[in-house]
């Protein structure tokens, strides 16, 4: 019989990866970065070319390969592609806080 695992809810956690929280924002800020460039039809040298870096870059980032590219960077492409970006620190708790990325 197989046994079934329920998720986290963050797949990096869920197979260990170290940095899972900050996998999972970088995940979900590319997956809006590319939600956003198949939504105008631009071929990847396009958007490289507003995001001011170099398409093969990009190429990687859209494949999952973002290690080294930091939140802040995610966070510039979002804005050149035209979104506003906030970020709120909400009031202390008696245990440790989260991060995590909400699209209005």
Do not use: H
Request: hydrophobic share 50%.
């Amino acid at each position: 019989m197989m046994e079934i695992e329920k998720s986290t809810g963050n797949i990096y956690a869920d197979i260990g990866a170290g940095n899972a929280d900050e996998m999972l924002v970088k995940a979900r800020l590319v997956s809006k970065i590319a939600e956003i460039i198949a939504a105008r039809d631009w071929t990847q040298q396009q958007a490289a070319t507003v995001l001011g870096i170099p398409r093969p870059k990009l190429s990687n980032i859209l494949r999952g390969q973002f290690r080294g590219v930091s939140e802040a960077r995610l966070m510039e492409c979002l804005a050149a592609l035209g979104r506003d970006i906030k970020i709120v620190v909400g009031p202390a708790r008696a245990t440790a806080g989260s991060i995590e990325v909400v699209f209005a």
